[in-house]
């Protein structure tokens, strides 16, 4: 009976240490990389921290074990149809897209805001120099929730009095398309981004609104990811987030080798100096640059209320921590 006893004893502590491996392990295989890792943005200059990392290959190099996959898309709404779905599991898309995911129940945080960027409503009709001067006239967005959408009614709601009084003339369009039918005319106006904005300023396009006039400096584009992601793969999170800051300081400390790996990306057109030329770029009668490359999320509070009152969100976060990660916390946010 003794000897039985001791056997049925050493049974269960064998039973209970191999169920604490399991959970240790369990545990140190979530706090490890992904396996599997794509990740997704749209063309513009805004996500040269994104291209920087892909082309110096920083993840693959820390993580030789992870496959990794980047993906450039030609609109947001994939890419957050895709980080919903788990195929992607980083995005980079606008602020008002993470807001309206968010208000409708999406899994989702921004583990890296990628800059601060001062969005031009552009115009080639020079009959067009006022807000008011688009009513009944097309105008292109990417989508009808991205952060140029919010700023147009913005920009409606004070000079109008009504921020729904352009949506009739909205028209869904990717940047590079928007570019190409401002241009030749198919549309009226052209609510874009960099590099597009310059581009279209030099091919004789103006100026008729800047976000920054109407906002205040304010986060433009940002890296999101679902929360079981970031539970399961803190580490490399807290990692891809220090890259980002490193990809920021490097613009800002070396642009012409930025600039050089950024024409790499694009082929060879536009020129690295072009490049440059993007990175310096000033908006219109003002000393701040189109985009500041910076981590500390700006506005998203702003945003959300103004998008609530509006009825463009459903639901108001209680601070601006709700909508972050963890290492965003200490950028003092807004």
Avoid: C
Wanted: charged share 20%.
């Amino acid at each position: 009976m003794k000897t039985r006893f001791i056997a049925v004893v050493a049974a269960f502590a064998a039973v209970g240490l191999a169920a604490f491996a399991a959970v240790a392990g369990a545990g140190k295989a979530q706090e490890g990389p992904p396996s599997k890792l794509t990740i997704a943005y749209q063309p513009g200059l805004g996500y040269a921290p994104l291209i920087l990392m892909k082309e110096m290959r920083v993840i693959e190099k820390k993580y030789p074990g992870t496959q990794v996959e980047w993906k450039v898309l030609a609109s947001g709404t994939p890419i957050t149809q895709g980080v919903i779905t788990g195929d992607l599991q980083i995005g980079a898309v606008g602020t008002g897209p993470m807001l309206v995911g968010w208000a409708r129940g999406v899994n989702w945080k921004i583990i890296a805001p990628l800059n601060l960027g001062d969005l031009w409503l552009m115009a080639k009709d020079p009959n067009i120099r006022t807000i008011a001067d688009l009513r009944g006239k097309r105008i292109a967005t990417p989508t009808n929730t991205s952060i140029q959408a919010v700023m147009l009614r913005k920009m409606a709601q004070v000079k109008l009095g009504d921020a729904r009084a352009l949506d009739s003339g909205l028209v869904a369009l990717d940047h590079p398309d928007g570019m190409q039918a401002l241009l030749t005319g198919q549309i009226d106006a052209h609510f874009t981004s960099p590099p597009f904005q310059f581009q279209e300023k030099v091919r004789g396009a103006h100026v008729v609104g800047r976000s920054y006039s109407y906002f205040g400096a304010h986060t433009f584009l940002v890296t999101v990811m679902q929360d079981k992601f970031y539970d399961e793969h803190t580490d490399f999170a807290k990692f891809f987030y220090r890259q980002i800051v490193a990809m920021q300081a490097l613009i800002k400390k070396n642009p012409a080798r930025v600039s050089r790996m950024l024409s790499a990306d694009a082929g060879g057109a536009p020129t690295w100096r072009q490049f440059k030329q993007w990175l310096a770029a000033k908006t219109p009668g003002s000393k701040s640059r189109a985009l500041t490359w910076t981590t500390r999320p700006l506005g998203l509070m702003r945003t959300a209320s103004f998008m609530n009152k509006t009825g463009q969100l459903s639901k108001m976060p209680g601070n601006w921590k709700e909508l972050v990660f963890p290492p965003v916390y200490a950028t003092k946010g807004s």
